[in-house]
C-alpha cells in the first residue's frame, strides 16, 4: 500500500515562497506518477501539477499555477517537491499529493488511486 505525507505547509503573504514536500513509500510500480491537488473552503479539488517517477515527458501544470510553480522529485529520498514562488491569496488552499501507477499526469483526480492527508497553505494579502 502507498503512503504519502505531505509537510511544509504554512501562512505565509502575497508574493512570499512556499516548498511542498511528499514522502511517498510503498511499491514503486503503484506511483509512477505523482500529482498535487488542492482544494480551497467550498470549492472542488483543482489539479496543480504532476510528473512521472521516471522523469519522462514533461511535468504536467495547472494554468493557473505555470510560471509560479515548479515540481520536482527525488529518487533517493522518495519524495516530491512543489515550489511556489510568487504565492497569490486565490492560492489559499489544502494542498494533496496522489499517486497512481498508470503513469498518468493529467488532471483527473479518479485516476489517481492514493492519497495523503493534505497539508494547509494560507496566503495573506
Known amino acids: 500500500q502507498v503512503q504519502l505525507v505531505e509537510s511544509g505547509g504554512g501562512l505565509v503573504q502575497a508574493g512570499d515562497s512556499l516548498r511542498l514536500s511528499c514522502a511517498a513509500s510503498?511499491?514503486?510500480?503503484?506511483?509512477?506518477?505523482m500529482a498535487w491537488f488542492r482544494q480551497a473552503p467550498g470549492k472542488e479539488r483543482e489539479f496543480v501539477a504532476a510528473?512521472?517517477?521516471?522523469?519522462?515527458?514533461?511535468?504536467n501544470y495547472a494554468d493557473s499555477v505555470k510560471g509560479r510553480f515548479t515540481l520536482s522529485r527525488d529518487g533517493a529520498k522518495n519524495t516530491v517537491y512543489l515550489q511556489m514562488n510568487s504565492l497569490k491569496p486565490e492560492d489559499t488552499a489544502v494542498y494533496s499529493c496522489?499517486?497512481?501507477?498508470?503513469?498518468?499526469?493529467?488532471?483527473?483526480?479518479?485516476?489517481?488511486?492514493?492519497w495523503g492527508q493534505g497539508t494547509q497553505v494560507t496566503v495573506s494579502s
Open positions: 496522489a499517486a497512481n501507477g498508470a503513469w498518468y499526469v493529467g488532471p483527473r483526480d479518479s485516476t489517481y488511486d492514493f
Open positions: 510528473i512521472r517517477w521516471s522523469g519522462a515527458g514533461m511535468p
Open positions: 510503498g511499491p514503486t510500480a503503484s506511483r509512477n506518477a
